[in-house]
T-cell receptor
Framework: SQTIHQWPATLVQPVGSPLSLECTVE??????LYWYRQAAGRGLQLLFY??????ISSEVPQNLSASRPQDRQFILSSKKLLLSDSGFYLC??????????????FGPGTRLTVL | QKEVEQNSGPLSVPEGAIASLNCTYS??????FFWYRQYSGKSPELIMS????GDKEDGRFTAQLNKASQYVSLLIRDSQPSDSATYLC???????????FGGGTRVLVKP
C-alpha cells in the first residue's frame, strides 16, 4: 500500500528565515505530487504540482519554490519567510496519468507559524 | 469567481439523522468528483469518488452526481458525532491532473 510522509509536523520560524519542508511517498512509482497551503479557516490553495523528476508547475506567484530531486520526493522551500506564509502545508500524491481518475491522497501536513 | 461552491455551514444535524451536503461546479468538462473529510487540525481524507451521473453508495455515505445541472452532493445517513468535520468537495480540472476544491462545509452532529 502507498504511504505519504511529511516533516516536520510543526514548525515555528521567524520572519525572514529560510524554509524547507519535505514530502516522500512510498509504495508507488512516478506519482503526481502536489503542495497545497490551507490558511486558518480557509480552503485549499494549490501551490505547486509535479508530474516527474525536475518538472515543477507553479500555480501562485510567491516567495516559495518547489523541487523534485527524486521520483518520490517533493520539497517546498523559501529563502525568506513572510508572516503571510503561515498556514497548514499539505503534500498530496495521485497515480500517474492513466491511473485512477484524479484522486489525490494527502499527507499528514506541516503546520507552519511565522512570527 | 470560485469554480467550486459549497455552503460553509455549519450544518447542524441531530445524531441519527441524514446530513445533506451540496456542491456546484462551473467547469462543464470536469470528469471526476470527490468528497474529502477533514477533522479539525488534520489533513483531508478521501471518502467518496464519483465519475458518472447517478448515485454511489458506500456504507453510510451516498454521493450523487448530476452533470447536466453541475452539482454533486453527499448524504450521510445515521449521522454520528464522529461525522462532525469539514467536508470538502473537489473536482478535476479540464487537464485531469489537478483538483479544484470548494471551501468546505462544516458539519456538526449533536448527540
Amino acid at each position: 500500500s502507498q504511504t505519504i510522509h511529511q516533516w516536520p509536523a510543526t514548525l515555528v520560524q521567524p520572519v525572514g528565515s529560510p524554509l524547507s519542508l519535505e514530502c516522500t511517498v512510498e509504495g508507488t512509482s512516478n506519482p503526481n505530487l502536489y503542495w497545497y497551503r490551507q490558511a486558518a479557516g480557509r480552503g485549499l490553495q494549490l501551490l505547486f504540482y509535479s508530474v516527474g523528476i525536475g518538472q515543477i508547475s507553479s500555480e501562485v506567484p510567491q516567495n516559495l519554490s518547489a523541487s523534485r530531486p527524486q521520483d518520490r520526493q517533493f520539497i517546498l522551500s523559501s529563502k525568506k519567510l513572510l508572516l503571510s506564509d503561515s498556514g497548514f502545508y499539505l503534500c498530496a500524491w495521485s497515480p500517474p496519468r492513466g491511473g485512477i481518475m484524479g484522486e489525490q491522497f494527502f499527507g499528514p501536513g506541516t503546520r507552519l507559524t511565522v512570527l | 469567481q470560485k469554480e467550486v461552491e459549497q455552503n460553509s455551514g455549519p450544518l447542524s444535524v441531530p445524531e441519527g439523522a441524514i446530513a445533506s451536503l451540496n456542491c456546484t461546479y462551473s467547469d462543464r468538462v470536469s470528469q471526476s468528483f470527490f468528497w474529502y473529510r477533514q477533522y479539525s487540525g488534520k489533513s483531508p481524507e478521501l471518502i467518496m469518488s464519483i465519475y458518472s451521473n447517478g448515485d454511489k453508495e458506500d456504507g453510510r455515505f451516498t454521493a450523487q452526481l448530476n452533470k447536466a445541472s453541475q452539482y454533486v452532493s453527499l448524504l450521510i445517513r445515521d449521522s454520528q458525532p464522529s461525522d462532525s468535520a469539514t467536508y470538502l468537495c473537489a473536482v478535476t480540472t479540464a487537464a485531469g491532473n489537478k483538483l479544484t476544491f470548494g471551501g468546505g462545509t462544516r458539519v456538526l452532529v449533536k448527540p
